[in-house]
């Protein structure tokens, strides 16, 4: 007990020193030869002789290795009264600043910014994006230490959009609770466009946009509520207090934050319908992260490990179900019949049995391989979970409502692990977790289909799909069969309604 009340009393004392520092950046977005931002961070209350601080090799989402230090340049500090102070590269991703008893300093440095991407920083004269990551330095130990952020506007620009909170009073000031919610929240400013904003479950949900076309802005901000209604019944909670669309401009690419997405987004050809439904499956792709891989994730991802990158096996799952989960939402909100969801996974199994990696390569390998091999199954020994992963979602799903006499389905995991790990234990599971969940609401053994995850064992696609009636030619199209019984014939009602 006694010892309980000390160990109490050195984490308040922890909690004081810790909250007694600040830390506050501010930006400033520079057009020269070369574009860059100019960063400036204020720390105050350091107790040490030196600090250390590290950049992100790679921000959350994107599983590749950045290498974000390589456009830091003219980094240099100060202490409170303007005289300088000693900074030093100490690792690849790190510098160590010698505060020579200073307790208030600023560090300044300049990020180069040229490359249009979700996962890197962009700045042109009417537009700048940061992937926080790539910008923001942590202190060694501080990475949950809450941050201020102020950016400051290129004249003319009319807008900073971010899913950051912003503070009261204070023109693009902004507070992350710790750097990995600032790492999760990627900003755009410059000259942009907001189409009109929809509420669910009374939160508010806007789209900004840099160039986003010319289409209707309003039936496609109601198609989007439309996509985020039919997610947001699935897992029956909204996480968030409030969620914003960042569209950095035409392009490819999206990445998922816990209440945003900054996505590649042209939406000038949404009057063709192949197109906008491309577009559709895209958004709930990463609408649906913030559930499946944000909150609903594997336990090695988070805390991250910024410096090494963060693997996992299970890929299959966060990136592989929530393409599934595109197609269902999509489904459900009325946009793609019955035949094109099934048509998606025809797609899914034709690319996966192209690949001459199919034969060596397991679903749950090419999750960890990522890093090295791509996620898109490259060369002729890989594999992409993006193929693979969807089409193990669709026969999960269907062995469940087979064994459970269509009582339920993928749905009722997805809200299971939702509720226990992140609701209730505030962490992400591992392998043999998920394994429990989904037996447990499968009533029984899923060994064979764990196989097809964790082995190049080939896939029983005709039995699996057959439990919704459904025949698998040789070419993997899949079609209704001539006659079903009840029980099929509710499975597949149930299951593409
Ligand atoms: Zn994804």
């Not at 400033?28 to 107790?47: C, I, M, N, R, W």
Request: proline share 5%.
């Amino acid at each position: 007990m006694i010892r309980s009340i000390a160990y109490l009393c050195v984490l308040c004392l922890m909690t004081v020193f810790v909250q007694a520092q600040q830390i506050a950046y501010t930006v400033t977005p520079v057009q020269a030869d070369s574009p860059y931002f100019k960063v400036e961070l204020s720390y105050s209350g350091s107790h040490t002789d030196s600090l250390e601080f590290h950049l992100p090799a790679w921000t959350p989402g994107y599983y590749q290795l950045m290498h974000y230090a390589a456009a830091v340049r003219n980094m240099h500090a100060q202490d409170g009264t303007g005289h300088s102070l000693t900074c030093r590269r100490s690792g690849e991703n790190s510098w160590r600043l010698y505060t020579r008893g200073n307790t208030v300093f600023t560090l300044q440095y300049e990020v180069r910014a040229t490359r249009p991407f979700v996962a890197a920083n962009f700045l042109a004269a009417d537009r700048g994006f940061i992937s926080p990551a790539g910008m923001f330095l942590y202190p060694a130990g501080g990475i949950g230490h809450p941050v201020k952020l102020t950016i400051h506007p290129a004249a003319g620009w009319t807008q900073v959009a971010t899913g950051l909170e912003p503070v009261k009073g204070q023109a693009y000031s902004y507070t992350a609770a710790s750097f990995d919610e600032l790492y999760d929240s990627p900003i755009l400013m410059g000259q942009l466009e907001t189409l009109p904003s929809f509420e669910v479950d009374g939160k508010l949900h806007s789209f900004v946009a840099y160039q986003p076309g010319n289409f209707d802005k309003a039936a496609f901000m109601q198609d989007l509520q439309g996509i985020v209604s039919v997610a947001a019944a699935i897992m029956r909670d909204l996480p968030y207090k409030h969620y914003t669309f960042l569209g950095i401009g035409p392009g490819r690419g999206g990445i998922e934050h816990l209440n945003s997405t900054a996505v590649g987004f042209d939406g000038s050809q949404l009057d063709k319908r192949e197109e906008r439904i491309r577009l559709y499956h895209f958004l709930a792709h990463e609408y649906f992260h913030h559930y499946n891989v944000k909150r609903i994730r594997p336990i090695e991802l988070g805390p991250f490990d910024y410096e090494h990158g963060s693997k996992t096996r299970l890929l299959w799952l966060s990136e592989g179900f929530t393409v599934y989960y595109e197609y269902l939402v999509v489904r459900r909100a009325g946009f793609t019949t019955r035949e094109e969801v099934l048509q998606a996974l025809q797609k899914n199994i034709h690319a996966y049995e192209s690949k001459p990696g199919h034969l060596l390569q397991s679903v749950a390998d090419a999750s960890y391989n990522t890093w090295h091999d791509g996620p898109f199954g490259a060369g002729d020994s890989s594999i992409s979970y993006y193929d693979k992963g969807p089409v193990l979602g669709a026969m999960l799903d269907l062995q469940i409502r087979h064994n459970t006499r269509n009582r339920y389905s993928l749905d009722d995991v997805m809200r299971a692990l939702y509720r226990e790990f992140y609701q209730q234990k505030g962490r992400g599971f591992t392998e043999a977790e998920f394994r429990a969940t989904a037996e447990g609401i499968a009533g029984g053994s899923l060994a064979e289909w764990f196989d097809y995850v964790n082995t190049v064992k080939p896939p029983d696609y005709k039995r699996y799909f057959g439990y919704a009636g459904l025949d698998v030619d040789s070419n993997f199209a899949i079609r209704p069969r001539a006659s079903m019984d009840t029980l099929q014939a509710a499975i597949l009602k149930d299951w593409l309604r």
